[in-house]
């Protein structure tokens, strides 16, 4: 059945972590219709355990799915997809795009062969994780950390509040200060909100260290599974959807339209 020029492709995240997967797909197929998805009532997934995200994850995507009729759903969120992506897939008939700690960037980029992976608490214990590094990483040591304070410090940045300098700080050493963080040189930015802090994270490191993520991989993903089918002649402005709006939503709002994002919803 072929795909309507209209049917939007869906991302999906806690809160606005999943913008840093948005924005390079959007510039790589700019007229690509969009519907961003964030479970705010839920936020943060990081802290939850593995039952309650497999719990919530696959219901909501199913009810925003039927709802928009996204020609590809886009799990941006790394805490989600290393829990439930396999759950999502069967779940669902449409396409599903995962994100998963840049473990493989890392280390084809690592000349020290000590990585570091920041992420949730929730995303350094999965599995999914051990077997990205052993298939990837076999030759790295591979530090973890997870910080919640950097979740809830993307979210602050994105409403425009006054940030912590010792935030990115204390995440950095988390992986710094375990055995051979000495000799860490690149740091996989493993939940899709620590791009957003890009700038801090550069100016809070005590020496240069190099930042990965899975932003333009992923992109490359969508436009590869999306190929042949038709989009809009023009960009349209894109939809973000909340499970809960509240004042923190409305305050988020001109960072929503610098993503393109410029009408929100609630589902
Ligand atoms: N942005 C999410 C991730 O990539 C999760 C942040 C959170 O809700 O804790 O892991």
């Known amino acids: 059945m072929s795909v309507s020029p209209d049917a939007p492709v869906l991302f999906f995240d806690s809160g606005v972590g999943g913008l840093s997967i948005l924005a390079p797909a959007r510039k790589l197929l700019p007229n690509m219709p969009v519907i961003y998805a964030a479970d705010s009532a839920g936020f ?80 350094v214990r999965q599995p999914y994780v051990d077997r990205l590094a052993a298939e990837h990483g076999a030759d790295c040591t591979i ?66 260290l190099t930042f990965v993520d899975g932003g333009a991989g992923i992109a490359r993903r969508i436009d590869y599974l999306t190929q042949g089918q038709q989009w809009p002649e023009a960009c349209e402005p894109g939809v973000a959807v909340f499970t809960r709006v509240d004042e923190n939503t409305r305050a988020l709002a001109q960072s929503l339209h610098n993503f393109g994002l410029d009408r929100i919803e609630a589902l």
């Open 44 to 123: 943060p997934y990081g802290t939850k355990s593995e039952a309650e995200v497999a719990a919530r994850v696959p219901a909501l995507l199913g009810r925003l799915v039927e709802r928009y009729r996204p020609r590809l759903v886009v799990i941006a969120c790394n805490t989600a997809s290393t829990i439930a992506l396999s759950v999502v897939r069967s779940a669902l008939e449409v396409p599903v795009v995962g994100t998963v700690p840049a473990i493989k960037p890392a280390a084809e980029q690592s000349r020290t062969r000590v990585i570091g992976v920041l992420g949730t608490n929730a995303t």
């Open 143 to 208: 530090l973890r950390h997870g910080s919640a304070d950097l979740v809830a410090l993307a979210e602050a940045k994105l409403r425009g509040e006054p940030l912590d300098p010792n935030v990115a700080r204390n995440a950095l050493d988390g992986l710094l200060g375990q055995p051979g963080g000495d000799k860490m040189d690149v740091v996989a930015l493993a939940c899709t909100h620590f791009p957003l802090l890009l700038e801090e994270l550069t100016a809070a490191s005590p020496r240069p």
